[in-house]
């Protein structure tokens, strides 16, 4: 089996959030072919796999999108929702085992929807013009392409690929967007959703899990659904700082255990800082200042599969917050991590 692990990632992918994200929502609506591998395998948040020994009624089983060896004009296309509206960054077309099927170019066209889905007549704009792929082999499967669209915001993407074959996954690295001007000055809201533009920025250990895992949508599907860090064998604890999606005063946690019972952490901690204008790196001097941010929620004892709620009588009103640093002691796995409170 090939290694499908980029060896670095290019610079638009730090702090941003794959808005193509099945796990996220997104999904896909139509393509004009599907006969090997059908278009929604292709949005998939785990690394593509081969299976070598695996086949089904059309042939080899591929993990990703494939269509059929093309016989007439043309080429295949498909369209996808994403997940969120947001700004796009840039992609990551990655062609992991598709080594003698790949598709030699793709391009991608993208599109604005308040409501409803893509017709014969919607205006579809081209973001990334037609461009070379390679053979899925190793870190050569990843072809990133960095876009500038002036920050529009696009819900649908239409993806060519010229003229068949198959993709493994599909990122779209952006930037979450949520009009917060619909929101009012005294209305609660989760500034830790990743729909709402929150992030994760830096990070302890992230072995069976990303930090974005537990902003995401509704209470984790199972225990790989949060974030889980490796045992640690050594001092210390984890922890991962996160940029909320807007300026906030903080009123409410929510620290959810689900599905984590002999692997939840012992307690937890939130601090919290006023940070206007950082940028999304987090520098090795940024991440040991993290330590001495403001306590919001002092240390706390958790319990497995358990939803820890805490209110006035435990969160500390430190004023605007735009960065927050959640720390598990000693290490363990949060399914979800909710900060209710009010727009800064």
């Known amino acids: 089996m090939f290694d499908t692990t980029p060896t670095a990632l290019p610079d638009f992918t730090i702090g941003a959030v794959n808005l193509a994200s099945a796990r996220l929502g997104a999904t896909a609506l139509y393509s004009t072919d599907e006969f090997f591998a059908p278009l929604s395998r292709m949005l998939a948040d785990e690394p593509a796999k081969f299976l070598p020994d695996v086949y089904d009624d059309n042939g080899k089983w591929m993990d990703g999108w494939e269509s059929r060896r093309k016989r007439v004009a043309g080429h295949d296309w498909g369209v996808i929702k994403l997940a969120m ?4 960054h840039g992609f990551d077309v990655d062609t992991s085992h598709f080594t003698g099927n790949y598709p030699p170019h793709c391009a991608i066209e993208a599109l604005y929807l308040e409501a409803g889905e893509p017709t014969d007549e919607s205006p579809w704009e081209e973001i990334l013009p037609k461009s070379p792929l390679g053979p899925g082999i190793g870190a050569a499967a990843h072809h990133f392409f ?3 669209t002036g920050g529009k915001v696009y819900t649908h993407l239409r993806l060519h690929i010229f003229p068949d074959g198959g993709i493994a996954r599909l990122r779209v690295y952006g930037t979450a967007h949520f009009d917060w001007s619909k929101v009012g000055a005294d209305e609660e809201v989760d500034l830790a959703y990743i729909y709402n533009g929150a992030k994760s920025l830096a990070w302890s250990n992230a072995h069976y ?3 974005d895992q537990m902003l995401g949508p509704g209470r984790g599907i199972n225990m790989g659904d949060g974030w889980e860090t490796a045992r ?11 940029r909320l999606g807007h300026p906030g005063l903080i009123r ?3 620290v959810d255990t689900a599905h984590f019972k002999g692997n939840f ?11 206007p204008g950082h940028g999304d790196t987090f520098s090795e001097e940024d991440i040991a200042a993290s330590e001495n941010w403001t306590p919001i929620l002092p240390r706390q004892k958790l319990s497995m599969d358990h939803i820890h709620e805490y209110g006035a009588d435990a969160v ?5 917050v735009t960065h927050v640093r959640y720390a598990m002691f000693p290490d363990g796995g ?11």
Do not use: E, M
Not at 85 to 88: L, N, R
Not at 232 to 242: L, T, V
Not at 265 to 275: I, V
């Open 85 to 88: 509206p947001g700004v796009i």
């Open 146 to 148: 960095p876009i500038a």
């Open 209 to 211: 899990g990303v930090p």
């Open 232 to 242: 640690r064998r050594g001092p210390g604890h984890d922890w991962a700082i996160i």
């Open 252 to 254: 409410r946690v929510v």
């Open 265 to 275: 952490p012992d307690t937890c901690q939130l601090l919290g800082a006023y940070l």
């Open 316 to 320: 500390a009103n430190i004023g605007p």
């Open 334 to 344: 949060t399914s979800r991590l909710r900060l209710f409170g009010v727009k800064a």
